[in-house]
């Protein structure tokens, strides 16, 4: 079964609006990132954030260990925005990494 | 700019074809990740290494992929016998540690397999 479920599969927004992504995981975690992927383009780590928030500019992550769950919000979105979010966790130091399935944001003007 | 580098940046094989793939880590990190990306987005680990050595691999990389990262040389996936379900974004990211605090990812070789 899928480790790590993303939610929404796809988002679109207007200009200025605010974006709630979310991840939720289906074991224990060691780790997890936020990834920003844009069309064509490589991914971008956004935000290492194994618990806890952490705040960047207009994004913010909180990831909750215990509940196994972490969210990436956006406020204020921007046209640039645009693509695809996509969480990862790793394992109990297993080497492997496991991606969610991602979150299609399109931002409107 | 992505500081690990792939090549090619897009790749078109023939079905049985070999199909190769290089990657360049970011200078300092020892350890390297290969994952497959699908037109669905979803990602596929294939392998990793740590310095020259293998660490984990998956059953269809051990039997349908040649893979290694020797030292002052690129690290290399090649597909053996490229088949069309292989078309995808071939993903290299590499890590400072071993605990994979930070990856950082290339550009990815886009494969089509005709």
């Known amino acids: 079964g899928q480790q790590v479920q993303q939610s929404p599969t796809s988002l679109v927004l207007q200009e200025g609006e605010n974006a709630e992504l979310q991840c939720n995981f289906s074991?224990?975690?060691?780790?997890m990132q936020w990834f920003y992927q844009r069309p064509g383009g490589s991914l971008i780590s956004v935000f290492y954030?194994?618990?806890g928030t952490k705040q960047s500019g207009r994004l913010t992550s909180t990831t909750v260990i215990k509940e196994r769950r972490s969210s990436l919000h956006i406020s204020s979105s921007q046209i640039t925005d645009s693509g695809t979010y996509l969480c990862?966790?790793?394992?109990?130091?297993?080497?492997?990494?496991?991606f969610g399935d991602g979150t299609q944001l399109v931002v409107k003007p | 700019n992505s500081k690990v580098i792939q090549t090619p940046r897009y790749l078109v094989k023939g079905q049985g074809q070999k199909a190769k793939m290089r990657c360049i880590p970011e200078?300092?990190?020892?350890?390297v990740f290969w994952y497959q990306q699908n037109k669905n987005n979803e990602f596929k680990f294939l392998i990793n290494?740590?310095?020259?050595?293998?660490?984990?691999q998956i059953d269809m990389t051990e039997k349908r992929f040649s893979a290694e990262c020797p030292s002052n040389s690129p690290c290399s996936l090649e597909i053996q016998s490229s088949e069309a379900g292989d078309s995808a974004l071939y993903l290299c990211?590499?890590?400072?540690?071993?605990?994979?605090?930070?990856?950082?990812f290339g550009h990815g070789t886009k494969l089509s397999v005709l």
């Open positions: 990211a590499s890590s400072p540690t071993l605990s994979n605090e930070r990856l950082f």
């Open positions: 074991t224990s975690l060691n780790s």
């Open positions: 954030n194994p618990s």
């Open positions: 990862a966790m790793e394992r109990n130091s297993n080497n492997r990494i496991f």
């Open positions: 200078k300092g990190h020892p350890v």
């Open positions: 290494f740590q310095n020259q050595e293998v660490l984990q």
